[in-house]
């Protein structure tokens, strides 16, 4: 049985920093990442990472996200740096495997940037 567990969401002032972790088990995945989703809004990528560290940004967190993941222990983290109010939202961790293509979600852990 696949299992994601997020852990590290929070409450950040503009301009700070937090650490988002997802533990995953029951399978190796082709493909680890993050998607965020705003209230009102549509779930967006924020960053993904295959297993041989090829990783892919969205343009909004170029040069402030850091996506990382460890093949052995099967986590995958997001280092967000430079947080800004629009970065509010779920943040979701996402998994998948590619032949087939079956993706898997974690419940979702929620980051607010306010002063």
């Known amino acids: 049985q696949v299992q994601l567990v997020e852990s590290g969401g929070g409450l950040v002032q503009p301009g700070g920093s937090l650490r988002l972790s997802c533990a995953a088990s029951?399978?190796?995945?082709?493909?680890m990442g993050w998607y965020r989703q705003a209230p009102g809004k549509q779930r967006e990528v924020v960053a993904t990472?295959?297993?041989?560290?090829?990783?892919n940004y969205a343009d909004s967190v170029k040069g402030r996200f850091t996506v990382s993941r460890d093949n052995a222990k099967n986590t995958v983290d997001l280092q967000m740096n430079s947080l800004k109010p629009e970065d509010t939202a779920v943040y979701y961790c996402?998994?998948?495997?590619?032949?087939?293509?079956?993706?898997?979600w974690g419940q979702g852990t929620q980051v607010t940037v306010s002063s």
């Open positions: 029951g399978s190796i995945f082709n493909v």
């Open positions: 996402h998994a998948a495997r590619i032949f087939p293509w079956t993706p898997y």
């Open positions: 990472i295959t297993n041989a560290g090829l990783t």
